[in-house]
């Protein structure tokens, strides 16, 4: 068998320079990207710096306006059905969950297989049953979102995602809205799917979780990616000022 860990030389994720203007402001200025079947990702940088909005470009929840992204081999442009394929592979993680509180747990995951994939539901719950169990809640299931700590309802966000098969996973700061205890539980599984050989870009300032898995550390400010290195140089030698400078106020 293959070694899951593996990166291949499929583009999964590729952005050239890519730009975005909300109205007037510049929010993302040629952004150039390559992320490989295979690699993990992890984005880093001051608030405000453009990062989940380059996030957000990859599954077109946000527009670009010139550039190119293509996901998959998939070009992302206005042509829905383009959207609806990169869609169907790119799975995403927020930082406050974004479940659906009126649906249980086993609801919430079954929900897009079923009218999206159009899986039956046997299939479907199936599925989901197994995945809660990967993500160590499979007791939960019948419960309601807000009976669940923070933590474990973001363990239902990632199995939520993964019940669609995607090819990619975008996480945006998925541990910054949660309690300190709760950190590591959800940190565990991000790092387990890593191991599985999942493509993952990560918005994240966890510099343990980039230290494990990240085989690039990407550092943007102002709309730019201003630097990148594999994690032990982009920690411990990097390069430009603001790279110290954000690097010295986190550490
Ligand atoms: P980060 O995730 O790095 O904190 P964001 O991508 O959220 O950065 O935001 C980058 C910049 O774009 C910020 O200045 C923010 O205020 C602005 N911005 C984000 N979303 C919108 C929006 N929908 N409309 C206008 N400005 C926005
Ligand atoms: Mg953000």
Redesign the pocket.
């Known amino acids: 068998m293959s070694n899951p860990q593996a990166v291949t030389d499929h583009l999964m994720v590729e952005l050239r320079d890519v730009n975005k203007w ?2 007037e ?1 510049h ?1 993302l200025k040629n952004i150039n990207l390559q992320v490989k079947q295979g690699e993990k990702i992890v984005i880093c ?1 001051p ?8 996030i957000r470009c990859i599954n077109r929840l946000e527009e670009h306006q010139k550039g190119d992204i293509i996901v998959n081999d998939v070009p992302l442009t206005e042509d829905l059905k383009n959207i609806e394929l990169v869609r169907k592979d790119v799975g995403m993680v927020f930082q406050h969950f974004n479940l659906f509180p009126h649906l249980t747990v086993l609801e919430n995951c079954v929900l897009a297989p079923i009218w999206v994939k159009k899986l039956p539901r046997k299939e479907a719950e199936k599925q989901a049953m197994e995945l809660l169990e990967r993500v160590k809640i499979p007791d939960q299931a019948l419960k309601y979102p807000g009976q669940l700590s923070g933590g474990q309802q973001q363990r239902v966000a990632i199995a939520r995602s993964l019940c669609m098969n995607p090819d990619v996973m975008l996480f945006d700061e998925p541990t910054s809205a949660l309690d300190p205890e709760m950190i590591k539980e959800v940190l565990d599984v991000m790092v387990e799917l890593a191991h599985e050989g999942m493509t993952m870009l990560c ?1 994240t300032h966890e510099m343990g979780f980039a230290k494990t898995v990240a085989d690039r550390v990407i550092f ?1 400010d102002g709309g730019q990616i201003v630097e990148e290195n594999e994690p032990h140089e982009f920690f411990e030698n990097p390069q430009h000022e603001r790279t110290q400078l954000f690097l010295s106020q986190i550490l």
């Open positions: 909300y109205g402001f929010v940088g608030s405000g710096s453009g990062k989940s909005t380059m918005v943007m």
